[in-house]
C-alpha cells in the first residue's frame, strides 16, 4: 500500500516535472484560437485599393498535410502581437527559421540561398514589390515537398506557378513542343526551371545565367546530347556535335554573344517540330529566321540539311570529298618524301658520275 | 674546261622585284596557314591557344580575310606584273609548262632508279620549280573561289544549297592543308636539304646564286648565259 503510494507519488510528481518541461502546446492553441476569432471566418477578406480582395480566411486545417502541419500562426507571423493588429503584419520572412545550422530542424541547403543572387532576389532587394519571395512559389499555407505532385514547384506545376506572373511566355511554353510533353507526363521533357534553373535564376543578359548566349548550347545538349533521353522519342543526338563542329558553334564556344546558339534558330519558349507550320525552323519559316541575322536570306537558305557532320557518311557528298582529300594529302605526301629520297640517290649518283 | 677563278661567279636569278614578291607571300601564306588552322583544328589546345593568340575567334576572322584579300592582290598584280613587263614575259617564258618538262619528269625518274644514264638537264626552272610554280598558282586560285563564297555566306546561300557551302568548307581546310604540306616539304628539300644548297639557298634573299650550282643543277640555263657573254 505504501509502497504503491510512493510510487504513485514518484510518478505524480515525475509527470509534474514532465509537464513543466514539456508543456503541452497551450500557447500555440490559444493563438490559433485568438487568431480563428476573426481567421475562421470564411467571409474575413480585405478590399485592397486596387480592388483586389486579399482573402484572409485561415483556420486550423490550412496546415493540415503540409510540411508545416505542426506549426502554428505565430511560428512565422511572429510579427503579430495585437489583436487587432496594430500595423499590417508583415510579409512572412521564410529564413526566420530556413538558415543553416537552425535549431528548428527546417531544411536548408545553399541552392535556395542562391535566391538573394538571382533576379528575383535582387529585384526584391531593389524594392519591387512584385518580386516573387519564397512563398510566391513555394506556396503559403500548403507548402508540399517539391517531390509531391501536388506542390506549386513540382515539375508538372511549376511552369503554372512561373506563368502566374510570366503570363505570355507560359502561353508559348504550353505550347511549344516541351510544354505539349509535360502535359503528356513525360517525365523528361523541361518545365522552365529545367532549364533556367531552380533559385539561381537571372536573366538571359546575364552571364551567370544557364541561358546566356555562350551557355545555351550546353544546357540544350544537357538533355539533347544525352543518347539516353533522346533514343526514348526517336531524337537524334548528333545536333549538338555537328552544332560545334559548324562556323556558329565554333565562334560560340570560344565567347560570340551574337552569333547564333540553337535558341536562335528554333526559339526559345516557343520551340516547336520542324514539320509544324508555326515551327521559326520550318522550311516555310527559314528565311525569316536566319533573315534575322543574314538580311535577304531567301528560301533557298531551307534546301539541304542544317546540321551535318563531315567525318560521318550520312553527310553524304560532303564525307566523301573529305575523306578524299584526306587520302590525297596522305598519298601526296608519300609521293613526295618517295621522290625526295630517290632524287637525293640519283644525284650522289649523278655527281659520282660527274668526277 | 675553263679557267679557276679566284672567288665563285655569282649570277642573279631572282631581281628584286620577285624577292619582294616571294617575301611578301611567304608573309602572307603564313598569316593564313597560322588563322586558318587555329579554325580547323580550334578542338586542339594548339587550335585554341593560336585563336587566343590571335585576338579571339572573330579577330581571327578578319586576321584570315585581310590576308586573303592581300594575297588575292598579290596574285592580281603578280598575273599584270607577269603578262605585261618586260622581266615577267621573260619569266613567264621560262616557267611556262611544255612537254618537256613532263618527259624531264619521267627520265628523272628512270635515272634515279637507273634504268637510263643521263640525268635530263634543266633550263632555269625544271619540272620541279615549274610543278611547284603552277601547283600554287591554281592552288591559290581554287583556294580564293571557296573562300570567297565562304565568305560571302548570305550571298552564297541565296543561290547554292547548302551542301556547297559544306562542301567549299571542306575542300578550303583541306585544300589549305594540302597546299601548306607540300609548300613546306618541297621548300625544306628544295631549298634547305637538297645537298647543292645546304643549308639554304640564299637567292630568294640575295637573289644571287653560284655559277658552279647552276652549271650542276641548270646546264641550260648556265649554257645560255655562257652564250649571251654574262659568264
Given at each position: 500500500?505504501?509502497?504503491?503510494?510512493?510510487?504513485?507519488?514518484?510518478?505524480?510528481?515525475?509527470?509534474?516535472v514532465?509537464?513543466?518541461?514539456?508543456?503541452?502546446?497551450?500557447?500555440?492553441?490559444?493563438?490559433?484560437?485568438?487568431?480563428?476569432?476573426?481567421h475562421?471566418?470564411?467571409?474575413?477578406?480585405?478590399?485592397?485599393?486596387?480592388g483586389?480582395?486579399?482573402?484572409?480566411?485561415?483556420?486550423?486545417?490550412?496546415?493540415?498535410?503540409?510540411?508545416?502541419?505542426?506549426?502554428?500562426c505565430?511560428?512565422?507571423?511572429?510579427d503579430?502581437?495585437?489583436?487587432?493588429?496594430?500595423?499590417?503584419?508583415?510579409?512572412?520572412?521564410?529564413?526566420?527559421?530556413?538558415?543553416?545550422?537552425?535549431?528548428?530542424?527546417?531544411?536548408?541547403?545553399?541552392?535556395?540561398?542562391?535566391?538573394?543572387e538571382?533576379?528575383?532576389?535582387?529585384?526584391?532587394?531593389?524594392?519591387?514589390?512584385?518580386?516573387?519571395?519564397?512563398?510566391?512559389?513555394?506556396?503559403?499555407?500548403?507548402?508540399?515537398?517539391t517531390?509531391?505532385?501536388?506542390?506549386?514547384v513540382?515539375?508538372?506545376?511549376?511552369?503554372?506557378?512561373?506563368?502566374?506572373?510570366?503570363?505570355?511566355?507560359?502561353?508559348?511554353y504550353?505550347?511549344?513542343?516541351?510544354?505539349?510533353?509535360m502535359?503528356?507526363?513525360?517525365k523528361?521533357?523541361?518545365?522552365?526551371?529545367?532549364c533556367?534553373?531552380e533559385?539561381?535564376?537571372?536573366?538571359?543578359?546575364?552571364p551567370?545565367?544557364?541561358?546566356?548566349?555562350?551557355?545555351?548550347?550546353?544546357?540544350?545538349?544537357?538533355?539533347?546530347g544525352?543518347?539516353?533521353i533522346?533514343?526514348?522519342?526517336?531524337?537524334?543526338?548528333?545536333?549538338?556535335?555537328?552544332?560545334k563542329?559548324?562556323?556558329?558553334?565554333?565562334?560560340?564556344?570560344?565567347?560570340?554573344?551574337?552569333?547564333?546558339?540553337?535558341?536562335?534558330?528554333?526559339g526559345?519558349?516557343?520551340?516547336?517540330?520542324?514539320?509544324d507550320?508555326?515551327?521559326?525552323?520550318?522550311?516555310?519559316?527559314?528565311?525569316?529566321?536566319?533573315?534575322?541575322?543574314?538580311?535577304?536570306?531567301n528560301p533557298?537558305?531551307a534546301?539541304?540539311?542544317?546540321?551535318?557532320?563531315a567525318?560521318?557518311?550520312?553527310?553524304?557528298?560532303v564525307y566523301?570529298?573529305?575523306s578524299?582529300?584526306?587520302?590525297?594529302?596522305?598519298?601526296?605526301?608519300?609521293?613526295?618524301?618517295?621522290?625526295i629520297l630517290?632524287?637525293?640517290y640519283?644525284?650522289?649518283?649523278?655527281?659520282?658520275?660527274?668526277? | 674546261?675553263?679557267?679557276?677563278s679566284?672567288?665563285?661567279v655569282?649570277?642573279?636569278?631572282?631581281?628584286?622585284?620577285?624577292r619582294?614578291?616571294?617575301?611578301?607571300?611567304i608573309?602572307?601564306?603564313?598569316?593564313?596557314?597560322v588563322?586558318?588552322?587555329?579554325?580547323?583544328?580550334?578542338?586542339?589546345?594548339?587550335?585554341?591557344?593560336?585563336?587566343?593568340?590571335?585576338?579571339?575567334?572573330?579577330?581571327?576572322g578578319?586576321?584570315?580575310?585581310?590576308?586573303?584579300?592581300?594575297?588575292?592582290?598579290?596574285?592580281?598584280?603578280h598575273?599584270?606584273?607577269?603578262?605585261?613587263?618586260?622581266?615577267?614575259?621573260?619569266?613567264?617564258?621560262?616557267?611556262?609548262?611544255?612537254?618537256?618538262?613532263?618527259?624531264?619528269?619521267?627520265?628523272?625518274?628512270?635515272?634515279?632508279?637507273?634504268s637510263?644514264?643521263?640525268?635530263?638537264?634543266?633550263?632555269?626552272?625544271?619540272?620541279?620549280?615549274?610543278?611547284?610554280?603552277?601547283?600554287?598558282?591554281?592552288?591559290?586560285?581554287?583556294?580564293?573561289?571557296?573562300?570567297?563564297?565562304?565568305?560571302?555566306?548570305?550571298?552564297?546561300?541565296?543561290?547554292?544549297?547548302?551542301?556547297?557551302?559544306?562542301?567549299?568548307?571542306?575542300?578550303?581546310?583541306?585544300?589549305?592543308l594540302?597546299?601548306?604540306?607540300?609548300?613546306?616539304?618541297?621548300?625544306v628539300?628544295?631549298?634547305?636539304?637538297?645537298?647543292?644548297?645546304?643549308p639554304?639557298?640564299?637567292?630568294?634573299l640575295?637573289g644571287?646564286?653560284?655559277a658552279?650550282?647552276?652549271?650542276?643543277?641548270?646546264p641550260?640555263?648556265?649554257?645560255?648565259?655562257?652564250?649571251?657573254?654574262?659568264?
Amino acid at each position: 500500500m505504501r509502497k504503491a503510494a510512493i510510487f504513485a507519488g514518484i510518478a505524480a510528481a515525475l509527470l509534474g516535472v514532465g509537464a513543466l518541461l514539456f508543456p503541452p502546446p497551450a500557447e500555440a492553441r490559444i493563438s490559433l484560437e485568438k487568431c480563428t476569432l476573426c481567421h475562421g471566418k470564411t467571409e474575413f477578406r480585405k478590399i485592397l485599393v486596387d480592388g483586389k480582395i486579399r482573402e484572409l480566411f485561415a483556420t486550423a486545417d490550412s496546415l493540415k498535410g503540409s510540411v508545416h502541419e505542426k506549426k502554428t500562426c505565430v511560428d512565422c507571423h511572429f510579427d503579430v502581437s495585437d489583436i487587432p493588429h496594430r500595423e499590417r503584419p508583415r510579409r512572412v520572412t521564410c529564413t526566420h527559421c530556413h538558415y543553416k545550422g537552425n535549431a528548428e530542424g527546417a531544411p536548408q541547403s545553399d541552392a535556395s540561398l542562391a535566391y538573394f543572387e538571382s533576379v528575383h532576389g535582387t529585384a526584391i532587394a531593389r524594392g519591387n514589390v512584385k518580386a516573387p519571395l519564397c512563398q510566391d512559389c513555394h506556396g503559403s499555407h500548403q507548402i508540399l515537398k517539391t517531390k509531391n505532385e501536388s506542390s506549386a514547384v513540382s515539375q508538372r506545376n511549376v511552369a503554372e506557378t512561373c506563368g502566374r506572373c510570366h503570363i505570355e511566355i507560359y502561353a508559348q511554353y504550353k505550347m511549344s513542343i516541351h510544354g505539349v510533353a509535360m502535359a503528356k507526363g513525360i517525365k523528361e521533357a523541361p518545365s522552365c526551371t529545367g532549364c533556367h534553373g531552380e533559385h539561381m535564376i537571372y536573366s538571359p543578359k546575364d552571364p551567370k545565367s544557364t541561358v546566356y548566349a555562350t551557355h545555351i548550347a550546353a544546357q540544350c545538349s544537357k538533355c539533347h546530347g544525352s543518347i539516353s533521353i533522346m533514343s526514348k522519342f526517336g531524337i537524334e543526338t548528333e545536333q549538338v556535335a555537328t552544332y560545334k563542329e559548324s562556323f556558329h558553334g565554333v565562334a560560340n564556344q570560344f565567347g560570340s554573344r551574337t552569333v547564333a546558339n540553337c535558341s536562335s534558330c528554333h526559339g526559345t519558349h516557343e520551340i516547336r517540330p520542324a514539320a509544324d507550320p508555326l515551327s521559326s525552323v520550318n522550311p516555310a519559316n527559314v528565311p525569316k529566321t536566319c533573315g534575322k541575322c543574314h538580311p535577304g536570306a531567301n528560301p533557298n537558305f531551307a534546301v539541304g540539311k542544317m546540321h551535318i557532320d563531315a567525318k560521318k557518311k550520312e553527310a553524304g557528298i560532303v564525307y566523301y570529298v573529305a575523306s578524299f582529300f584526306k587520302y590525297l594529302t596522305i598519298g601526296t605526301m608519300l609521293v613526295l618524301i618517295a621522290h625526295i629520297l630517290l632524287d637525293m640517290y640519283g644525284r650522289t649518283k649523278r655527281l659520282r658520275g660527274e668526277k | 674546261m675553263e679557267t679557276q677563278s679566284p672567288g665563285p661567279v655569282y649570277v642573279i636569278r631572282m631581281s628584286l622585284m620577285f624577292r619582294i614578291q616571294h617575301i611578301l607571300l611567304i608573309f602572307t601564306l603564313l598569316v593564313l596557314a597560322v588563322t586558318g588552322f587555329a579554325l580547323m583544328y580550334h578542338e586542339n589546345w594548339l587550335g585554341q591557344a593560336l585563336i587566343r593568340f590571335e585576338g579571339g575567334v572573330l579577330f581571327r576572322g578578319f586576321l584570315h580575310r585581310a590576308a586573303a584579300v592581300f594575297l588575292m592582290a598579290q596574285m592580281i598584280f603578280h598575273a599584270y606584273y607577269m603578262v605585261f613587263s618586260g622581266e615577267g614575259k621573260r619569266e613567264l617564258g621560262e616557267v611556262m609548262l611544255r612537254g618537256q618538262d613532263f618527259a624531264d619528269f619521267l627520265q628523272a625518274i628512270r635515272f634515279n632508279l637507273g634504268s637510263v644514264t643521263e640525268y635530263p638537264k634543266f633550263g632555269k626552272y625544271g619540272y620541279k620549280e615549274k610543278f611547284q610554280y603552277w601547283g600554287a598558282t591554281t592552288g591559290i586560285l581554287l583556294i580564293s573561289i571557296t573562300g570567297v563564297s565562304l565568305w560571302a555566306e548570305t550571298f552564297s546561300m541565296k543561290f547554292l544549297p547548302k551542301v556547297f557551302l559544306d562542301l567549299a568548307l571542306i575542300v578550303h581546310g583541306y585544300q589549305g592543308l594540302f597546299a601548306f604540306l607540300i609548300l613546306l616539304l618541297w621548300h625544306v628539300y628544295n631549298e634547305h636539304l637538297h645537298p647543292s644548297v645546304f643549308p639554304m639557298n640564299n637567292a630568294w634573299l640575295t637573289g644571287k646564286v653560284k655559277a658552279e650550282w647552276l652549271r650542276q643543277e641548270h646546264p641550260l640555263e648556265y649554257e645560255k648565259l655562257k652564250q649571251e657573254g654574262v659568264l
